[in-house]
């Protein structure tokens, strides 16, 4: 598996994998499929520091992750978030691990000390991911988001780099 800088010809797999976890989860809080105009957008937003990466073999595109800032404010600018999505058939394969490791490796180098995930709490997959590579759960927001008729709760977790 090649991780690589993803290109705005991934763009149909990539919206494949989001939009399938639009329809059937609660890894994004998004209730409505996405467009290609909208993955243009995420892509001109994650152009310079912090590009969006697919994970790649035999020229199938397996998932993909990406960094943002935190925050827009200032003195947030030492901290990123974190994103990840696999593609459904493609999971339990080590994936999200090899991601997660290449994006850690991608927050030092420019220069982050912290790592923020915001998981859903029945997010069981991702949330054990992350602890694996050393995020600690500093925090819970309970019933901030509505989706498939039920409350949902996030876990924020954090990794200082």
């Known amino acids: 598996m090649n991780i690589r800088k993803a290109t705005i010809s991934d763009i149909p797999h990539l919206l494949y994998i989001y939009n399938y976890e639009v329809l059937n989860s609660t890894s994004t809080f998004d209730i409505h499929p996405k467009t290609t105009e909208d993955f243009l957008k995420l892509f001109d937003s994650h152009s310079h520091r912090y590009p969006i990466y697919a994970a790649e073999e035999n020229s199938t ?51 982050a000390t912290n790592i923020i995930a915001k998981v859903c709490a029945e997010n069981y997959i991702s949330l054990h991911l992350h602890k694996s590579f050393g995020f600690v759960e500093v925090g819970k927001l309970t019933k901030v988001g509505s989706k498939f008729g039920r409350f949902l709760d996030v876990i924020i977790l954090q990794l200082i780099l």
């Open 61 to 111: 595109i397996l998932g993909y992750g990406y960094l943002s800032p935190f925050s827009e404010k200032e003195a947030y600018s030492i901290t990123v978030e974190d994103t990840i999505y696999i593609h459904p058939l493609y999971r339990g394969r080590g994936i999200g691990k090899q991601i997660l490791k290449f994006l850690i490796k991608r927050a030092k180098d420019t220069g």
